[in-house]
């Protein structure tokens, strides 16, 4: 792998990861404005099922960010690894 695919990967998974700390943070923001969206589409809704779909739009947040912040530390260490091991400057 040259040196610019190399800085280029992982630049790609710093994002991926940035990604997913935001989604991870700002979980209960995104999903109640969602869960808000849904409720102008529905003209009004049972005060029950709104708190339901708030749950989980907040819970598919939180799902899909510590999944893309899992992986791109994962691979953050394993490229880092992969680096000191194999590839001499």
């Known amino acids: 792998m040259k040196k610019e695919n190399f ?6 998974v710093s994002m991926l990861t940035i990604i997913g700390l935001i989604l991870l943070f700002f979980s209960t923001h995104f999903g ?4 808000d969206n849904w409720l102008m589409e529905q003209g009004g809704a049972d005060t029950a099922m ?3 779909r708030i749950k989980s739009y907040i819970n598919n947040f939180l799902v899909s960010g510590g999944i893309l912040f899992g992986i791109g530390l994962f ?3 394993l490229t880092y690894f992969i680096k000191l091991t ?3 400057e």
């Not at 800085?7 to 790609?12: A, D, M, P, S």
């Open 75 to 77: 691979t953050l260490f």
């Open 7 to 12: 800085n280029l990967f992982v630049t790609i």
């Open 50 to 52: 709104f708190h339901i």
């Open 86 to 88: 194999f590839i001499k």
């Open 32 to 35: 109640t404005s969602m869960a």
